[in-house]
C-alpha cells in the first residue's frame, strides 16, 4: 500500500466552536507538512483528526498506510526498562526488527536498561519519537516533538525525519518552536473570523 494522508476541505469543531474551516492538503510519499499556529488554534486538534482520534465536523480526510501517532505522553510502561517497553511495542507493531535502530537515532543505548519512570523529560520524549520510528509506520502524526528536546535532540529528530521520507514515508509534524524539515509542505493556521 503507498501511503498518503489528505485533508479535503476539512473543518474541526472543539466544544461547540469552529476552531478551522475548509482546510485542504495532501501528503504524498517522501512528503512532510508542518502545522503551526498560536496556541489554541487547532494544531493538536488537526493532529487527532489526521490520526482518526476525532472526526471532523465537515470534509473528508484520506489516509491510507499504517499511522503513528505521537502525543504528549509516550505511553511507554513506566516499570520496564527503556528497551523492554520500547521492544513491547516494537513488537506489538511487527517491527522488533526496527528496535535497534530507533533507540540508536535517539541516543538511547546508553540509557536501555533505566526504567522509564526514571528518565528525564527530554529522555522520555526522545523515547517517545523513538517509538514511532519502531513502529515502522508510514505516516508519523507528531504532535509538537520537540517539546523538552535540547538541541541535539532536535536534530536526531530531523535526521530521522529526512531517513523516514527517504524510504517514502510521511510526516505531519505540529510545531511552535522551529524543527529543519526540507521543502515542507506549511499549513499555517490562524483565528476562525
Ligand atoms: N476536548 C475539548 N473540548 C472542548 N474544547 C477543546 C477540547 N480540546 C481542545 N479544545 C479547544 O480547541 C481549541 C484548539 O485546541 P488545540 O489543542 O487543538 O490547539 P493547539 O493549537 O494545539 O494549542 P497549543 O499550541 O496550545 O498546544 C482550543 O481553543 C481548545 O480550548
Redesign the pocket.
Same mark, same amino acid.
Given at each position: 500500500m503507498t501511503a498518503a494522508l489528505a485533508f479535503d476541505g476539512v473543518a474541526c469543531m472543539?466544544?461547540g466552536r469552529t &476552531?478551522f474551516a475548509n482546510l485542504s492538503f495532501d501528503l504524498n510519499p517522501g512528503d512532510a507538512g508542518v502545522v503551526s499556529?498560536p496556541?489554541? &488554534?487547532?494544531? #493538536? #486538534?488537526l493532529v487527532r483528526i489526521a490520526a482518526g482520534l476525532l472526526a471532523p465536523a465537515d470534509g473528508v480526510v484520506h489516509a491510507s498506510g499504517r499511522r503513528a501517532l505521537l502525543g504528549e505522553s509516550s505511553a511507554l510502561d513506566r516499570d520496564l526498562t527503556l528497551v523492554r517497553a520500547l521492544g513491547f511495542w516494537a513488537g506489538i507493531d511487527g517491527r522488533a526488527d526496527m528496535l535497534e535502530e530507533a533507540m540508536a537515532a535517539f541516543d538511547l543505548m546508553p540509557i536501555a536498561a533505566i526504567p522509564v519512570r526514571l528518565l528525564s523529560t527530554g529522555q522520555r520524549r526522545r523515547a517517545g519519537l523513538a517509538r514511532i520510528v519502531a513502529s515502522g509506520a508510514d505516516v508519523w502524526l507528531l504532535d509538537?516533538p520537540a517539546n523538552g528536546l535540547d538541541e541535539s535532540a532536535v536534530a536526531m529528530l530531523e535526521a530521522a525525519i529526512v531517513v523516514h521520507r527517504a524510504r517514502g514515508g510521511i510526516a505531519l509534524v505540529?510545531t511552535?518552536t522551529p524543527i529543519a524539515i526540507q521543502s515542507a509542505r506549511r499549513i499555517a493556521l490562524g483565528p476562525v473570523r
Open positions: 472543539r466544544g &476552531v499556529g496556541n489554541g &488554534v487547532g494544531k #493538536s #486538534s509538537e505540529a511552535h
